[in-house]
């Protein structure tokens, strides 16, 4: 049972703060990590995606993977108000059928109070 | 607009009846995958497709559970004998590489 763990939160910064939110997995294969973004009611929404080991840069938002650690993390600069919704983890499937089939994290709601 | 659709977006219905939701992909797309969200929970993965061939199902997808996608494009996913357990979030996503997209889902609240 391959699973991915996310601390649920919340997580409540101040605006302008960097928010640092945190995921492992327990699959040593897994090749393709993603983060979603989810604002209640609605379905996520694609934030980054990351195959390699490092750090992946886009605008305000940064992702990291470690995969000798089984680790992924989104720190997300100069947060916004418009940022609190629940963050979610994917993992990625790859090869033979299960091409592409992600496992998610519960999720972190992450709050960013004015 | 050019991402994923799903109809309907609400469903009621009682205990017991058939419901069948619908998903249109990114027109480009082979691959299309169905998942189930709960409240406080991240999306579970139910079946995929790659073309017109669903290549997997997952255990959490009972007999009572069925998806088609008959040409390779649109999909459907019927609910037999609906029960209250069924009461979810149904998204679909599809994709050309690994990258997912979601459509808005179909809530669906059994009675």
């Known amino acids: 049972q391959k699973e991915v763990e996310q601390n649920s939160g919340p997580l409540s910064v101040p605006e302008g703060a960097i928010a640092s939110l945190n995921c492992t997995y327990s699959?040593?294969?897994?090749?393709?990590f993603f983060w979603y973004r989810q604002y209640s009611g609605k379905s996520p929404e694609l934030i980054m995606f990351?195959?390699?080991?490092g750090d992946k840069e886009d605008g305000r938002f940064t992702a990291q993977l470690n995969k000798a650690s089984q680790y992924v993390s989104l720190l997300i600069r100069d947060s916004q108000p418009s940022d609190s919704a629940t963050y979610l983890c994917?993992?990625?499937?790859?090869?033979?059928?299960?091409?592409?089939?992600?496992?998610f994290g519960q999720g972190t709601i992450l709050t960013v109070h004015p | 607009d050019t991402g994923v659709s799903q109809d309907p977006r609400h469903k009621i219905t009682k205990r017991g009846q058939n419901v069948t939701f619908r998903c249109d992909p990114i027109?480009?797309?082979?691959?299309l995958y169905w998942y189930r969200q709960t409240l406080g929970q991240g999306p579970e993965f139910l079946t995929y497709?790659?073309?017109?061939?669903?290549?997997?199902k997952s255990r959490l997808l009972s007999d009572r559970f069925s998806a088609e996608r008959p040409k390779g494009s649109f999909s459907t996913l019927e609910i037999q004998r609906t029960e209250q357990g069924d009461s979810a979030m149904y998204l679909c996503?599809?994709?050309?590489?690994?990258?997912?997209?979601f459509g808005p889902g179909t809530r669906l609240l059994v009675l």
């Open positions: 996503a599809s994709s050309l590489a690994l990258t997912q997209y």
């Open positions: 699959d040593r294969g897994s090749q393709s």
């Open positions: 990351i195959y390699s080991n």
């Open positions: 994917a993992v990625g499937d790859a090869g033979g059928t299960s091409y592409g089939k992600l496992t």
């Open positions: 027109s480009e797309h082979n691959r």
């Open positions: 497709f790659q073309n017109e061939a669903q290549l997997e």
